[in-house]
């Protein structure tokens, strides 16, 4: 019996993989869904929520997401959700996104949230500058 389910898994994982059923359409409707998703995500209730949210549009890089977020690190009461909108806006990386951790790093009330913007503020510029130094020897050498 459990050879059986384990032949048939194996020819479900095998014709998954050779015949996949999502085309490109399909992919932007789930990237559309799941980037709605995940803004509907942060203005949730739940914090458990609003913090992975935040977290998953900074892997993703949603810049749509930058203005929900610095609201989130600007008036949230909650330490950890102002760390996650500064971790998320950090991983997003545009000018605004950057000035708002910036921001934080000055007006922001709690020492710890203080020192996580400080920390990601100082690394978006040391892997800006390391990246363009490496450019432009890349270049020199050529």
């Given at each position: 019996m459990?050879?059986?389910?384990?032949?048939l898994?194996?020819?479900?994982?095998?014709?998954?993989?050779?015949?996949?059923?999502?085309?490109?359409?399909?992919?932007?409707?789930?990237?559309?869904?799941?980037?709605?998703?995940?803004?509907?995500?942060?203005?949730?209730?739940?914090?458990?929520?609003?913090?992975?949210?935040?977290?998953?549009?900074?892997?993703?890089?949603?810049?749509?997401?930058?203005?929900?977020?610095?609201?989130?690190?600007?008036?949230?009461?909650?330490?950890?959700?102002?760390?996650?909108?500064?971790?998320?806006?950090?991983?997003i990386?545009?000018?605004?996104?950057?000035?708002?951790?910036?921001?934080?790093?000055?007006?922001?009330?709690?020492?710890?949230?203080?020192?996580?913007?400080?920390?990601?503020?100082?690394?978006?510029?040391?892997?800006?500058?390391?990246?363009?130094?490496?450019?432009?020897?890349?270049?020199?050498?050529?």
């Amino acid at each position: 019996m459990k050879f059986t389910f384990t032949i048939l898994f194996l020819i479900l994982f095998v014709t998954a993989i050779i015949f996949p059923s999502a085309g490109p359409k399909t992919n932007l409707i789930v990237k559309h869904n799941t980037v709605e998703s995940l803004l509907i995500g942060l203005n949730s209730d739940n914090i458990g929520l609003k913090s992975s949210s935040a977290y998953m549009i900074g892997e993703l890089k949603i810049s749509r997401a930058v203005i929900p977020l610095m609201k989130m690190l600007h008036d949230s009461i909650d330490e950890e959700l102002r760390i996650a909108a500064a971790l998320a806006l950090y991983k997003i990386g545009t000018p605004m996104a950057i000035n708002a951790v910036k921001q934080a790093i000055r007006f922001d009330a709690s020492e710890r949230v203080n020192k996580h913007c400080a920390r990601f503020y100082y690394d978006f510029f040391k892997n800006k500058i390391t990246d363009e130094d490496i450019s432009m020897v890349a270049a020199k050498q050529r």
